[in-house]
């Protein structure tokens, strides 16, 4: 299960040391509930080696605000703190497995 990042943990989670990636989603969002479910399996599948959570942007305009956030679903991979990758709009599982290994 992914992780649920806030406003409240993100810095830290960016700074834990794994590579991160972050399911910016919504509860409303169409496309959202097809990326989650994968998202979940990604997390279970590199579990201890990559840091996989989602941010509720309904919730936490922090963040959201930080990484200009403007169309959802949006998965932001981030290497060593730092934003390396992203991909905005719902995608199939193959495309984050190849961005995710791309930061391991």
Do not use: H
């Not at 997390?43 to 080696?49: N, T």
């Not at 959802?72 to 984050?96: H, R």
């Amino acid at each position: 299960m992914a992780l649920k990042v806030t406003d409240e943990n993100y810095k830290e989670v960016l700074s834990g040391g794994k590579p991160v990636v972050l399911d910016f989603w919504a509860e409303w969002c169409g496309p959202c509930r097809m990326v989650g479910p994968i998202v979940d399996e990604l997390a279970a599948e590199y579990e201890g080696r990559v840091e996989i959570g989602k941010v509720d942007v309904d919730d936490n305009d922090d963040i959201v605000s930080e990484y200009g956030i403007r169309n959802i679903p949006t998965v932001l991979f981030f290497k060593d703190g730092e934003l390396v990758d992203k991909q905005v709009g719902a995608a199939g599982k193959e495309i984050f497995i190849e961005k995710i290994n791309k930061l391991l």
